[in-house]
């Protein structure tokens, strides 16, 4: 999807992010971290702005794989909603630096074109989520006195907050360890 060194400006414009915040990703700070001119850098990317789509996509992309695999997956809500838990903590484990954009949306709200498009990923990943719970209603396997949808949210705020605790506190906790402390909770709290 991306060239090679739009691929290489995105991870770039991420450690940026992480590092100086989003007031920090300027097209001059971005060349002088790669290491080319600005003028080399709108030639693979006309804006900033089309370098957040950009992005967001890989994270957009990252929310679709994820819910088709869940669809497909014959596992019980309950393990599959700990797959789902387990492999954002991993994920953001191996790449700390995607906490600062994946829970900054606040970054985003004064530019309405990747303010759609973070809410359209949030919203992903919150269906995904419902789905799962919802299905395990229907089949017997969470509890059905709380709304699927409210549980869902439980899952992710808690999710939310435990990772931006690690990355508050300079990741000083092993983070897949305690999210599967948190997954193994919240499963006795939801099964039936």
Same mark, same amino acid.
């Given at each position: 999807m991306f060239s090679e060194r739009q691929s290489e400006i995105i991870e770039k414009s991420i450690g940026i992010i992480a590092n100086k915040g989003i007031q920090g990703l300027t097209i001059k700070n971005l060349s002088k971290e790669i290491g080319i001119s600005e003028p080399a850098i709108y030639?693979?990317?006309?804006?900033k702005t089309a370098i957040l789509l950009a992005l967001l996509s890989t994270f957009e992309d990252m929310a679709d794989m994820l819910s088709l695999m869940m669809q497909n997956s014959k596992d019980t809500a309950i393990k599959k909603v700990e797959f789902v838990f387990n492999?954002?903590?991993?994920?953001?484990?191996?790449?700390?630096? %995607? /906490?600062?954009?994946?829970?900054?949306?606040?970054?985003f709200k004064n530019e309405e074109v990747l303010k759609y498009k973070i809410t359209g990923i949030l919203n992903k990943n919150e269906e995904t989520i419902e789905n799962i719970i919802k299905i395990g209603q229907d089949s017997g396997d969470v509890r059905k006195?709380?709304?699927?949808?409210?549980?869902?949210?439980?899952?992710?705020?808690?999710?939310?907050? %435990? /990772?931006?605790?690690?990355?508050?506190?300079d990741y000083n906790f092993n983070l897949k360890a305690e999210g599967n402390n948190l997954i193994k909770s919240l499963q006795v709290i939801i099964a039936k």
């Open positions: 030639r693979h990317f006309e804006s492999k954002m903590t991993e994920v953001f484990t191996e790449t700390p630096s %995607l /906490v600062s954009v994946i829970f900054s949306e606040e970054i006195d709380i709304n699927y949808k409210n549980i869902a949210l439980i899952f992710m705020g808690s999710l939310r907050l %435990l /990772v931006k605790r690690w990355d508050l506190n």
